[in-house]
């Protein structure tokens, strides 16, 4: 790990590290934010790993360029953009339908994507550099301060990333107010660095809290967890009935003789971060075949195979 003075060269260097998959902190208005390429998943997938965070979260992708906002995300209201037009760059993270280009371990498997311009000269430089937008939760451990100067980094991160720049002191200090849009309607799903009087003052009343609470377990309209509409299971024989349709999901190998209708293997060489990268894809994907039962084997509960555990566990419960 370097702590780098955020000067054009060493940004430069930083933007090298993501468009390798490496990590890199750096300084946003709010607060440092934990980079990576928001396209490469298994760059996504060490994020995680850093910053040990017992589950998957979705992440902000943070953009250069207002437009960008169109290659992530279906817009369709003219209120989104009066805010874009208003508030960014700025403490403001919009959560809307998400694009494929999106890969799923960035938004946890939901089919809605965050997405901000942070209003900070460094980290603006660094996505344009980047050439792509940098998936970013808070550069802190789970369940830590989040950080507001480089040295917060290192001290929780250090070990874990590859550079971090130095920006000085974030100005607002506190995290960016998210607001969802969803069925003409806006929800405030946390505050932030943005007041709500500000927002509504733009475009009038908005909700608070999460979407549609009379209805939280519609499909899709969940703000944070995803699970598949398919029942879910960790292997057991008493569930290997060949007049249902199975699908599996293997760590490494298909290691039973049973006849599935679909099998996926999350890494052959038994990588986390591999598996990590492609759990919710794959998920979706099983999802999609109309199969009885989904079974998944456990794996490993050390390092991302806690997160893996914690999202298979969840789904597990959900129909049992
Ligand atoms: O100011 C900030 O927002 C900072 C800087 C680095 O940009 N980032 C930040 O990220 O606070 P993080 O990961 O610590 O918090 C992001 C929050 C999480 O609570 C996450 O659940 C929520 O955003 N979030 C992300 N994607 C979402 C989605 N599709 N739907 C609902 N919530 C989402
Ligand atoms: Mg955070």
Redesign the pocket.
Known sequence: MRIDKANSENIRNAADVIKKGGLVAFP?E?????GADGLNPIAVAKIFEAKKRPSF????L?IAFKEWIEKFCYVNDDKVYRLINKFWPG?L?L?LP?RSSVPDIV??G?P???I?M?DHPVALKLIEESGTPIA?????RFGHL?PTEASHVSKYLGDKVDIILDGGKSA?G???T?L?FHENEFYL??H??LSKEEIENEIGKIKSGTVDPDRPNAPGQL??HYSPQTPLKFFDSKFLDETKKIGALFFKKNTLSFPFSNVKILSQSGDLREAAANLFSYLHELEKQNLDLILVEPVEEKGLGRAIMDRLKKAANQHS
């Open positions: 946003t709010t607060v440092y934010g934990l979260n979705p992440l902000i943070h403490p993270t959560v998400k938004t946890s939901n809605t994507a965050a901000r942070p970013a939760p808070s550069a802190n989040s607002v506190v995290e960016s998210i969802q799903l946390r932030g660095g703000p944070f």
